[in-house]
């Protein structure tokens, strides 16, 4: 009866919540019953009756509503009201109703969820000791009966509550046990399915191949031939839209590999200036088809030879550049190689795509990578293209263990950056050189053969009839004298009567496939082709298929559909050298006349940036190579860039005059410029703000950031020279070769270890810019107040005030700020000013000397931004704390005569 309850519970039209809810309201239900049967209160009894019927009808209408959440909430608040009054009626913890609490605990920890359980958790327990202290503390508040009828309830209690728990432990059990195996075997279903898809995409691939071999290999002989023009245009457009075809073939096959965890990453050894001419000669020429200029940046100190996948870099690089070009209406598609060295033997590769066409908006470049997704669709509604270039991609670099980003601004360009690691097989460097364009001569130029062969004597191999007139028509014009066969069968008759000096073979062959007849051919007896060279010709692409044809022993390999050229090329490569005469003017032409040249070009790891309000020396960021972002000052007459426009000294005699002056921190559209400039000089940017609650600057530059994968922006907690200090500390990790996760985990750390206070001297600009209200304002000016601006969690406080003239505030604040030498790092203190006479910065730097003296102390003027909010005559001591980590922050500045 019980299993027959468990089958009856366990519905798969109903959800695996809902179950649980009911079992467990049901069980509680029944604890409500048997404390109502224990019970000799009449009115509690009573109560008891009407909550039982009140929780059927709220389990009724929560399933019917669908709202579990509610019913088990209402349901949980029942139980809780329930229970002191049931413990206070039976007699206290003496009865049996104290063991009914566990279940009330079960209940909430199986049917509550999130928050709720938390708060409801806390709730029951709060509740129990409670009742426990009351009845305790006021024993006249429970109502006593025969210690005989105590003694039964609590053994009835203690038994029941076991049952009851076991009851539902078995039919979680049962629940979790019949989900396994649902899971189990949707999971069987799944693979079947994956299986079943794999074989389809495989089996499409190698039929369509077939056709669009005989489309190809027949339309090339047609534009081989003296034809009218028109007739040469529609061979053309035949041809491109075979080849687009046959892309989309690729793409779908390789995606399939992928997903089913089939797709093998085979290192070999390759040459880098022959793999980057070769992709370089397959793109330029659709760049210029386009009007597009193609540029090639190439870092000379790259090896000559490196171990890696050649065939999916390619790809990879190729995918990319032909999306580049694609999406790219006017301007430059831009390929750029540099590497890195790790170890001797070791070295990691940066491949750079860039382009100035549409970009793409911040909003979709979380899904760029997703399968047959194309974002912005209705704008690339006439792009051809499945979605899935980009997909393959990724997933291609990652199965090389490699990195893959994009930095893309809409209506300005997008930038692809790939990283791989490889081995270094020849350390010599590829260095500068000219590279002779190995485009193929168009469309428009006269076919002519590489080779002829009159001699030579081949057989081919196809069960396909069509595939045997393409191969015999693309080698008609060598004059080989060439044999056919449907089957294998059929070759082995061939051969066993004739000897020919190669042979070109299909894979997928009813009776006898390609592999089986090689292998009968290799050992037949009397056979007078046992060694012969053979190719397997075959639709069956993808690298794992080319080591398949090594491993069985193939000569080589060709993948349907095989241009005429590629085809010469196969069989001249195994035919007997005797029998093989070149066509040199065939060969001369092959060669173009564009010169492409590599041009070196280097990209630092990673780049560390600021805004103007740093305010840091112009000799240590130009030794750092700091960029700055610059902040607006905005006057009466008009906005000025920080700094570069309008300096501090200038927005003081315009404050002085009359005129109103304050900053604006640039918009997401300057930092997006700003980062994509950026990143063409590093493949990764740290961009290190001001405090976020002290200016707009860290959440515009945070937005902007969401364009680039590459851009990580750090809240420094601090501003002017403090966050200078941060930004400091930074580059000098940057320029010791850090890597950016250990940048950004040290400039995080870095924040509490940072002394941030300024003393302003009037409380006007600071009201102004809205950091202080009016009344601290009136009076402060009222008292002669000056009050300390400190930083903490990002936030700008007032930390004290200082009462009195110039000089006695100067030295009460130099001296609370530098009162505990012991903590602090005297490597290097910014003195951080505006407005402030000469005399008046002697008398601070006096003061310093006196109370605490700096290796080196840098008298910074602020700058305008930082000036139009604290106004003229105030100053800060910025420092850093000990802190052991914090090392390499002196070599970041070297001694100089301070200002």
Known sequence: ????????????????????????????????????LMGRNLANALILAVSLICMAAVVKISVRKECINVGATLITILLLLLFPVSFFAAGGFYSGVPEWFVLCFIYISITLEGRRKKVFFLLC???????????????????????????FCSAVSVILVGVLTSVLLLFLNRLYEKENELSKQQKKEIEELNKAEN???????????????????????????????????????????????????????????????????????????????????????????????????????????????????????????????????????????????????????????????????????????????RVNEERNRHIEGTGLGLSIVHQLVELMGGEIS?????????????????????????????????TKVHESEQYRQSFEAPEAHILVVDDNEMNLMVVRKLL????????????????????????????????????????????????????????????????????????????EGFSGYLAKPVSGALLEAAVLSILPRELVKLNEEASQSEIGKDILIFEQSRRRSTMVTTDSVCDLPESLRKELDISVCPYYVCTDQGRFLDEEELNADELLLHIASGENGFSQPPSVEDYERFFAEKLTEAQNVIHITMAKHTSQGYYNALEAAKSFENVTVLDSGHLSSSMGLAVLYAASMAENHATKEEIIKAVKKLRRYISSAFIINSTHMMCQAGHISKRVEILCDALLLHPVISLRKSKMVVSSMEMGSFAHVARR????????????????????????????????????????????????????????????????????????????????SKPETPN
């Open 1 to 36: 009866m019980l299993n027959k309850w468990f089958e009856t519970i366990y519905d798969h039209k109903i959800g695996l919540r809902e179950r649980m809810f009911r079992v467990v309201t049901g069980i509680s239900m029944v604890a409500l019953t048997i404390i109502l």
């Open 125 to 151: 327990v709060t509740e129990t000791l409670l009742c426990y202290y009351a009845a305790f503390h006021f024993p006249e508040l429970v109502v006593r009966d025969t210690e005989s009828h105590y003694f």
């Open 476 to 551: 008609s014009a060598t004059k080989i004298q060439l044999d056919t066969a449907l089957s294998g069968a059929e070759c082995l008759r061939l051969t066993q009567n004739l000897h020919y000096d190669a042979i070109l073979m299909d894979h997928l062959m009813p009776e006898m496939d390609g592999i089986q007849c090689l292998h009968a051919l290799r050992t037949q007896p009397g056979g007078l082709c046992q060694d012969v060279p053979v190719i397997a010709l075959t639709a069956n692409a993808g690298s794992d298929n080319q080591l398949l044809y090594r491993k």
């Open 406 to 438: 994009v930095n893309s601004v809409y209506t300005k360009g997008s930038t692809f950056l790939v990283m791989l690691e490889q081995d270094i097989v020849d350390n010599k460097e590829l260095g500068t050189f000219t590279l002779a364009s190995r």
């Open 199 to 373: 074989h389809f995409f495989s089996s499409m691939s190698h039929e369509i191949r077939t056709p669009i071999n005989t489309i190809i290999g027949l339309n090339e002989i047609i534009l081989r031939g003296d034809i009218p023009e028109d007739v040469a245009e529609n061979a053309r457009n035949i041809q491109g839209a075979s080849k687009m075809l046959l892309t989309l073939i690729n793409d779908i096959l390789d995606l399939s590999k992928i997903k089913s965890g089939k797709m093998e990453i085979v290192n070999v050894s390759y040459e880098t200036g022959a793999l980057f001419s070769e992709i370089v000669n397959m793109i330029w020429v659709k760049a210029k088809e386009k009007g597009l200029e193609f540029r090639l940046h190439v870092d000379s100190s790259i090896p000559s030879m490196l171990c890696g996948d050649e065939v999916r870099i390619k790809q990879v690089l190729i995918n990319l550049l032909n999306n580049a070009v694609k999406y790219t209406s006017e301007g430059a598609v831009t390929l750029s190689i540099w590497c890195e060295r790790l170890t001797l033997n070791r070295v990691r590769v940066w491949y750079s795509v860039e382009d100035t066409g549409q970009g793409v908006k911040k909003e979709n470049i979380p899904y760029i990578f997703n399968a047959f997704k």
């Open 813 to 892: 604040y130099v001296r609370k700020t530098l009162m505990n030498p012991r903590n602090i790092d005297r490597r290097i203190l910014f003195i951080t000013y505006a407005g402030l006479e000469t005399r008046s910065l002697r008398y601070i730097q006096n003061l310093v000397q006196q109370y605490c003296p700096f290796e080196r102390v840098y008298l910074q003027k602020a700058s305008s931004a930082i000036a139009s909010n604290c106004g003229p005559g105030s100053f800060g001591l910025l420092f850093m704390k000990k802190n052991d980590a914090v090392i390499s922050l002196s070599e970041a």
